[in-house]
């Protein structure tokens, strides 16, 4: 049994031969920590493990030892993960072990998004009940160890079986204490157009933390955090892996206390934070999944990329082809009407290119971005007779059809904030803030939710779409739920996550074979939690493929190459107002789910001739791509950053596509080789460049050789100026013969 419970030493250990994760109920009936890490040996006693000094004291019990769920007050001054206010306005909880449960397979979380099990010889659950006795608080905490994955997902639900509300005011989803600091913390950081930056650091006394307070993930930081060993690399070392699957606020952090020790936590930001708990009621907090690897980062990234890919996203579309997509954003913008649409849909069609997407500016009065969020019926004077005509019209070119929403938000210049001005968040008798001319919906409003639910309804229903990007452009200012009462406001935000999760739960069960893509102006809200409901992601409105280097890889870094949208645009490109070259584009957007961002109208025949190639490329390699193995190779936060280097190779190593990218070229470049990782040591490649009009042709070359010598990136090609350009990329087309 990979969870086995011992009654003698009232140890629980989670083993399943990848990583082992251990607890112990102490004498006193606390649970404590005892180790989670490296597999150990099943059937031995790790009480030893306990015995870890903190700074700290506790008369209750005879040595401090690190709990899985500390709270504050009694000695462990450190970050607590639970913190409950009773009626006596009191914190301080004595949660003791009470009983415990071991069953086959995984619960879904009620109103929350979760990795699941298929079947009950997947995972297994370890449920242990602590209880507080002078308040009669019950705090369920939920492990699940999936038999094949070095991952283990964590949640706890908190009931109030006693007689009198109680105020939950930190209620984190995880909380784990290593016993040194011998750590470095790595966090996925940025803003708008710079998502997911790979930024690192050694721990050090104190506390460092991300998070959000905006009403989502954000771009700021993600809802993750990596420690890694010192001296870990891509592919070795130790490394632990956090992730919160959850789209709203959030707090990650890392505490060093003055003995060496350090925890971790991750959960709901307790800033602004306050869930009232009736009596009889229950408050389960997000699922956090906690991944360890001695394989370094590579080995953290494959343990997540295939627990997200296939048992966190679900539905029709999580094992299908995703198709190559064209977008009219930034192609046309607002300027569009159903002639220009069909004309690009007609350019796209004979690219090979497989979805039209029509973005932003189909509905209501929208000319720009200053009016008619909320009212999701057609603008006519652009799209006359409706949608029908237009995806008719599309998918007799041979292309499917896709429509861009933003349900969450109002603008003031619409006919719904006329209608239900209390439905946008503010203060009543404060002004409200505005941003790019928008407000947002009151989700923790369930009629909001339900008028929200019927208006898209009726928009998908009107047409053939079978794709819908779920846009969210505005955080979350004046937090106010207008049908909370004052005692209730510290739930708003929350609230207003489990009304939108309500709202993607209803659209994506009612419309299964619409492949949903999520998108927050960007990459603001690349969580786990929306993964649970859209396959797939639009990573960053940064097109650049330069900047995309930088974002993709940090991206990598948690979530798979089947949840990142990557787009081909137009040079000068919008965002940086850099050119580069169209094959390196496209290089850089292979790595990705495929498509194109731009007005294929305008491309010359060559360019034409190179996007049916590259349609044809990613095509032929698209399984590769989508859902192969990912493998870091030469980071963009290294060194100068000149160069990167990734790989994506097949399950059965057969197949890998290597890209190389050069950011500026150099005179007498000197001699260099990428050692490769992830092939077979005994096949033989057949290694091709492509496209092959930059290339010196193909070479037979050994696995073992790839991945102990490298493969030769030849220098500049006098005759095909190859190399001798800015922005360069080459890729390597793999094939076992
Ligand atoms: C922000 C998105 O990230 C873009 O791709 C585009 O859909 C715009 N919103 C439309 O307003």
Redesign the pocket.
Known sequence: MPIEWDPEARQFHLGNGLMSYVMRVLENGWLGHLHFGAPLAAGRSYAHLGGRAFHGFSNRVGEPVPLELPTAGSGDFRVPALVVEQADGSIVLDLRYASHAIRPGKPDLPGLPSTYAEGDAEAETLEIVLVDDPTSLRVTLRYTLFRDRPVIARSATISNAGAAAVRIRTAMSVSLDLADADWHLVTLSGTWARERHVEEGRLLPGRRSVGSLRGASGLEHNPALVLRRPRATEEDGEAIGLSLVYSGNFLAEAEVEPRGTTRVRLGLHPDGFAWTLEPAATFTVPEAVLAWSDAGLGGLSDASHGLYRERLARGAWRDRPRPILLNS?EGVYYAFDAARLVDMARAAADLGIELFVL??GWFGRRDD?ASSLGDWVVDERKLPGGLGPLARDVEALGLRFGL?IEPEMVSPRSRLFEAHPDWAIGIPGRQRTESRNQYVLDLSRPEVVDHLDDALTRVLESAPISYV?W?M?RNITEPYGGALPAARQGEFFHRYMLGTYELWRRLTERFPEILFES?A??GGRFDPGLLAFAPQT?TS?DTDAIERLKIQWGTSLVYPLSSMSAHVSAVPNHQVGRITPLATRAAVAFFGVFGYELDPRTLDEADRAAVRDQVAFYVAHRDVFQRGRFVRLRSPFEGDGNETAWLVVSDDRRRAVLGHYRMLERPVPRFDRVRLRGLDPAAIYRVRPWPASLGSGQAARGGDELMTVGLAIEPADPLTGFGRADFSARLFDLEAT
């Open positions: 954003w973005d932003d971005d861009w990007k846009d452009n998108c102006s960007g639009w409105d």
